[in-house]
């Protein structure tokens, strides 16, 4: 009797290490707690925020919030998802570095009430570079609705390009929207 003998590849993905806190000029970003369930339920009940982002679902309760925050509060995942705060420590945004289809992929929402405060830029901006002194080699994804303009120039003025467009299914629309691809490239962060 034969029997094939099957050898499994084994794939290691260097990983990030543990979630930092990264203090900035005027922010703390840190590591999500269970407690930011009300201020992630209360951010994302605004469709001003949920409608620019693809995987939230409307309406967005309590329940959808400690759903994606126990797992990341168990520390199971290698990703990076940072709580945005500013001196009071209260959950104003979220900036994420997440695994996905085997390549890293930056995501960021802010609440409304601190849009053009020149904040989601300050948050990024430092996440990129912390990340990129933890993992130098690594391409990171992202993209925007077309109908986020402010998101794009975000984007290009930290160093990411275009790379395509494709329409991407939005939860808060239920509909396939628009979407323009990015890529940072290793090195091309633009910081300043």
Excluded at 34 to 52: N, P, Q, Y
Excluded at 172 to 177: E, L, N, Q
Aim: aromatic fraction near 8%; hydrophobic fraction near 45%; proline fraction near 6%.
């Amino acid at each position: 009797m034969n029997a094939a003998v099957l050898q499994r590849r084994v794939v290691t993905l260097a990983v990030p290490g543990p979630e930092p806190v990264i203090r900035t000029a005027r922010l703390t970003l840190r590591p999500h707690r269970l407690g930011d369930a009300e201020a992630i339920t209360e951010s994302l009940s605004d469709f001003a925020v949920t409608r620019m982002l693809s995987r939230v679902p409307v309406p967005y309760h309590r329940q959808d919030a400690l759903d994606w925050l126990v797992p990341r509060a168990s520390g199971i995942f290698s990703d990076w998802a940072l709580a945005i705060t500013e001196g009071d420590d209260v959950h104003i945004g979220t900036v994420a570095i997440e695994r996905r289809h085997d390549r890293w992929h930056l995501g960021y929402w802010l609440n409304r009430y601190y849009w053009r405060r020149g904040i989601m830029g300050e948050a990024v901006a430092a996440t990129l570079e912390r990340f990129g002194r933890r993992m130098p080699e690594a391409t990171i994804h992202s993209g925007v609705f077309v109908d986020n303009p402010a998101s794009l120039k975000l984007q290009e003025r930290l160093g990411f390009r275009i790379t395509g467009c494709a329409e991407v299914f939005s939860f808060a629309r239920s509909t396939m929207v628009p979407h323009v691809e990015t890529i940072l490239s290793p090195g091309d962060l633009r910081i300043g």
